[in-house]
């Protein structure tokens, strides 16, 4: 059974979009008016790695108990893991959006990994192939 849909809460609908979709080469796979349980307005908003993997619904914070658990959604642990297939580009799409880079690149049997933390401050790991050698003072 494939996993579908994990939730992130965030902040911001359109920033979260476009942090996913310009930064990560996410599509928006759905942006649908929706209505809360109480019935006020919201988005149903799914973003998905370009070959459609599992997707992540992007739930704008309602409430003071959602909005204090952006960010630490994972207690401060890595709690995604992205693998991409062009490591440099997406570190430096990372870096030129304003990511921190949490732990410096390096390399494992598994492939290139270092971990970043998003503009919401969840801890990713990006993981790329192991297709080079390492080298001296890469960040």
């Given at each position: 059974?494939?996993?579908?849909?994990?939730?992130?809460?965030?902040?911001?609908?359109?920033?979260?979009?476009?942090?996913?979709?310009?930064?990560?080469?996410?599509?928006?796979?759905?942006?649908?008016?929706?209505?809360?349980?109480?019935?006020?307005?919201?988005?149903?908003?799914?973003?998905?790695?370009?070959?459609?993997?599992?997707?992540?619904?992007?739930?704008?914070?309602?409430?003071?108990?959602?909005?204090?658990?952006?960010?630490?959604?994972?207690?401060?642990?890595?709690g995604v893991f992205l693998r991409v297939p062009d490591f440099d580009a997406t570190l430096h799409r990372l870096t030129t959006s304003g990511c921190d880079i949490v732990r410096p690149?390096?390399?494992?049997?598994?492939?290139?990994?270092?971990?970043?933390?998003?503009?919401?401050?969840?801890?990713?790991?990006?993981?790329?192939?192991?297709?080079?050698?390492?080298?001296?003072?890469?960040?």
């Open positions: 059974m494939p996993l579908d849909l994990v939730t992130l809460i965030v902040d911001d609908y359109d920033r979260a979009i476009d942090f996913f979709v310009s930064t990560l080469n996410f599509v928006l796979s759905e942006d649908s008016p929706a209505t809360t349980t109480d019935g006020r307005a919201k988005r149903w908003v799914v973003v998905r790695p370009a070959d459609g993997g599992t997707g992540i619904v992007l739930a704008r914070a309602d409430g003071a108990e959602q909005e204090a658990a952006i960010g630490h959604q994972f207690a401060s642990r890595v690149t390096r390399h494992e049997p598994y492939g290139r990994v270092c971990v970043f933390r998003d503009p919401w401050g969840n801890q990713w790991d990006l993981l790329g192939p192991a297709d080079r050698a390492p080298s001296t003072g890469e960040v």
